[in-house]
């Protein structure tokens, strides 16, 4: 009787285990898991992304507070020529862009007639946006559009997640 109850009780336990590994691996393989999952490395991702980027801005100062401000010290700096200045007010990623724009408009002689342009202040048009960018419209005395300029706290984007990584603001389009 004993050996009997033994082999009942294997059998319980045994079944009992492929019943709860079975169980698991359902839950576990589940759609609804995998989304969790994959919804949990998005975030991960997002955070050590984040704090790249705000490593990243914190040791950026070239900017105003205002939109203003950064308009203004990107417009001195070039005055003074110095493109390497005048590229450091755009946000990190796009600086290397518009440094070599900037250099190819001197070296194709449009150095002074691009400065007359941005430098007439009646030509300049600025506004602040409903998406947060303050846009400044350089335009001719015909009022034909000359330049768009878009200025934005850098933000860092991840689906419909929006942070602000940086109180300087940044030209993100010249």
Known sequence: MKIIQKKYLIIFI?????????????????PQMKQARQLKKGIENFN?????????????????????????????????QDIDLASKYFILDKQEEYKNLFTQIKNSG????MMADL????????????????????LTQNNELIASIV???????????QREISNLWKIIQF
């Open 110 to 113: 449009q150095w002074d007639k």
């Open 14 to 30: 045994l079944l009992l285990a492929i019943g709860l590994f079975s169980g698991f691996s359902i839950w576990f393989l589940s």
């Open 48 to 80: 050590q992304t984040l704090k790249a980027a705000e490593k990243k801005y914190a040791n950026d100062t070239y900017g105003g507070i205002t939109p203003e401000e950064t308009y203004q010290l990107f417009l001195e700096a070039l005055k003074k």
């Open 119 to 138: 430098l007439a202040p009646k030509n300049a048009k600025g506004r602040m946006e409903d998406n947060g960018e303050y846009k400044i419209e350089i």
């Open 151 to 161: 200025i934005k706290k850098p933000v860092l984007t991840m689906g419909t997640e």
